[in-house]
């Protein structure tokens, strides 16, 4: 039972890039999955998530407008669109996977290695 997560790297202000979050040994369609996102010096905080139930989706303020989750169950994968990128959106992206949208990450049972983004001209 694993998370995989991928698609970082390293692009300049305002390029985009698409992170895949990959379950094997279960299937993801019957989770909500987030991502979560620590920069350096800063505690983990949530980025976005959709959920299992009926897709309905979420997002933190910062990057609202500008990130899209989404999930193709064909797949068992969930992506996270990232547009307009930032500076401030430097940090290791980790996807999770829970029962439901949790504030808490206690409440996510399964955690993918994260994935480095370093936005940076």
């Known amino acids: 039972v694993q998370l995989q997560a991928s698609g970082g790297g390293l692009v300049q202000p305002g390029d985009d890039l698409r992170l895949s979050c990959a379950a094997s040994?279960?299937?993801?369609?019957?989770?909500?999955v987030a991502w979560f996102r620590q920069a350096p010096g800063k505690e983990r905080e949530a980025v976005s998530c959709?959920?299992?139930?009926?897709?309905?989706?979420e997002y933190a303020d910062s990057v609202k407008g500008r990130f899209t989750i989404s999930r193709d169950d064909a797949k068992n994968t969930v992506d996270l669109q990232m547009n307009s990128l930032k500076p401030e959106d430097t940090a290791i992206y980790y996807c999770?996977?829970?029962?439901?949208?949790?504030?808490?990450?206690?409440?996510?049972?399964?955690w993918g290695q994260g994935t480095q983004v370093t936005v940076s001209s």
């Open positions: 999770a996977a829970a029962l439901f949208c949790a504030r808490s990450e206690n409440d996510y049972d399964y």
């Open positions: 040994g279960f299937t993801l369609k019957w989770y909500s």
């Open positions: 959709i959920s299992k139930s009926n897709g309905s989706t």
